[in-house]
């Protein structure tokens, strides 16, 4: 084990005189305390290191202890249901299960290969199975019988090509800055429902796929996320508070635990894993943080289950590259932050992915990153780099924020890359024209912005028949499709199914409120019908439980437009079989 000596320290970096071989990357012990820390740079018989803890205290003089590893956390059974710092070490008072009930899947003399199934814990709900660590893989030598075993007892003892016995426990360690190994990636071509129609309809993200959430102060990138957490198809969240403000870090781990599992009716939290990183304490842990969750995050993925990581925010992360950079001397870059800022991003986001696990199992990482550029501005080092690599952009609009509209996400600064793969999928499950759809409802909110510039300019009584009804059809749009209240206990959730029928029935009334203009009807007399106060009350109306009744809402939408102008519509088609694009 090799020794050193600090030289100088300031903050987190510290400066050492080497007595023995290392490595960058290594984790390494500092000082009497033993506090963790980890070599970024290497220089003939000198390192540079950064410490996870407060150094406060620490001089010239004082040891360093390597350990010959990379730093790495613990993954096994246990992590579910607990709140963790950026090194995964636990911050609540709650004591894991110490046994567990086991089931072995193999037997003395099967050869297993890397990362393969020993067995499954039939006591654990979810998380349940027993993997070998993707490092090793070979002959069982050794497994446990079935019964109770401790966390901490040897469950196999495996024989790898070379002759070397591994003596394997329930968990394993695993460096945080390796990505975890798969079998083969699968095509993102199925969508995370999110259960918020904004996203699903006009900005899915692919399950395995990776989305930011830019906005400013009071915009919503929380409450968003947590709204994700509780909603979207996912198995597993991972929620890390990468520096955020310790009153906002508080609220989420107050709210966290008192959610509730829409799915079981049990607490959230139950599958869940919470890595807490406030923004007064060690700048160093929360540059380790981000890399811890996605380690954990790989670790379920690999167990076949579907896992959603979200991250609050990078910008704090970047925050922390920035602050460490500085303090190393290195050449700044733009608004400071390293010049290395993109590739770091690169390699934090290309971790989510749609896999085959070495074990054969199907899983998926979907990262979620919440971005915090200063006064909004996208344009930004972190926002713009961020654009890069990922396919979802959702844009938290401040105006939109504060006119109590959710999700603030605003539909013209906003997009989904490969939202046209899904279209496959919304046929499958009832919606053949949900691409078309999509389009036509973008290009309706383009047409929207611009006539409101014009409107501000001359007045809505002064533009066309044409144009006001454009904006009476964006505006129902806003109000029947893209709001959606979190707090709604009918609406704050939408199935994709109740999606593409209130799509159908909104692309509906814009096509037959078009032809009734064409047969002379004016905009205020098509804004004043029921049914389009009906409509922009719809999803409150019609929830999950009410998708037959929505029928009653066709038979009055073709009725009620056919008697408008001068002539009733000849041949237009009834119910929801009828054309619904205009």
Known sequence: MSRAAIASISGPVLHARAHGSFGVGEAIAVGRDRLPGEIIGLDHDRFVAQVYEDTTGLKPGDPVEGSGLPLSVPLGPGLLGHIYDGLLRPLDARAPVSTHAFEPAAKVGDTLPRGGLLGTLT???????????????????????????????????????????????????????????????????????T??????????????????????????????????????HADIIVYVGCGERGNEMAEVLDEFPRLTDPRTGRALMERTVIIANASNMPVAAREASIYTAVTVAEYFRDQGLHVALMADSTSRWAEALREVSGRLGELPGEAGYPAYLSSRLAEFYERAARVRTLAGAEG???IIGAVSPPGGDFSEPVTSHTKRYVGCFWGLDRERAQARFYPAIH???????????FAAWWAEHGNDNWQ????????????????????????????????????????????????????????????????????????RFVALAREALARGAR?????????????????????EDRLDALAEIWAQLESELAGLGASPVEGAPAGPGGSDVG
């Open 195 to 232: 259960g918020q129609r904004i996203l699903d309809t006009l900005f899915p993200v692919a399950r395995g796929g990776r989305a930011a959430i830019p906005g400013g102060f009071g915009t919503g990138k929380t409450v968003l996320q947590e709204t994700l957490a509780k909603w979207c």
């Open 436 to 507: 078309r759809q999509r389009e036509k409802l973008l290009a309706l909110l383009e047409e929207q912005a611009q006539l409101e510039r014009m409107a501000r300019i001359v007045g809505k009584d002064a533009l066309p028949p044409e144009q006001q009804l454009t904006l009476i059809a964006a505006e129902l749009v806003n109000e029947a499709l893209l709001r959606q209240s979190a707090f709604s206990p009918v609406d704050r959730y939408c199935s994709a199914e109740r999606q593409s029928e209130m799509l159908r029935l909104v692309m």
């Open 523 to 543: 905009p205020d007399e098509i804004a004043a019908l029921p049914i389009h106060r009906r409509l922009q009350r719809v999803g409150e109306e019609f929830g």
């Open 364 to 366: 998926s990482l979907t």
């Open 411 to 421: 539909p013209l600064q906003s997009y989904a890359v490969d939202a046209g793969r």
């Open 123 to 193: 006591d654990v709900a979810h998380a349940n199975r027993c993997l070998l660590p993707p490092s090793v893989g070979g002959t069982v030598v050794h497994i446990a019988p079935a019964g109770a075993l401790a966390t901490d007892a040897p469950v196999a003892t495996v024989r790898d090509p070379s002759g070397h016995e591994h003596v394997l426990g329930l968990s394993h360690r695993w460096p945080v800055r390796q990505p975890r190994p798969v079998a083969r990636r699968l095509p993102a071509d199925e969508p995370l429902l």
